[in-house]
């Protein structure tokens, strides 16, 4: 939960209470009312299938060896189908036509719900700032990861009828 001093309306301190069956950080004076409910910010998530092949990024702040999903936050005004074509164009350059919601899943530790669809793309890979490379993985070779996403490949690689790897997992010790 992020930690906020002051109420943003009236300026009181900001202090945990037991309110609507939980502890929520809620303003200390009467007169405001304010209640921070710290709600889960929504994520897209892109399953890329990309020339026969799912392609996996690598964020710039990220360890050699890490490869994900392409991933971003929804906005305002904004689609959850057309927010991961977005995410797929800024990050990697492609053009993607949605295929389906692979599934939605919650990522406790960042409190975030991922929405995850598969996408095939088109064109060329273009890298920015973000994403510092990619790869393609044959599907039949993809291994979901423990957490977050990977469950999502998971059950994408169940829908697509590619089980082999299915209960495997990456291990990150």
Known sequence: MPKFNFCPVCGADMVL??????ERLACSADTSH?????NPKPVVAAIVEYEGEVLLARNAKWPPSWYALITGFLEANESPEDAVKREVMEEIGLDAEV??????YPFFRMNEVIIAYHVKAIGEVKLGDEIVDVKKIPKDQLIPWPYATGDAVRDWLRQQGILANVDKTLSFK
């Not at 304010?34 to 710290?38: A, F, N, T, V």
């Not at 295929?99 to 939605?104: A, N, P, S, Y």
């Open 17 to 22: 209470q037991p309110l609507e069956e939980r």
């Open 99 to 104: 295929q389906g919601l692979v599934g939605v």
């Open 34 to 38: 304010y209640i921070h409910y710290d």
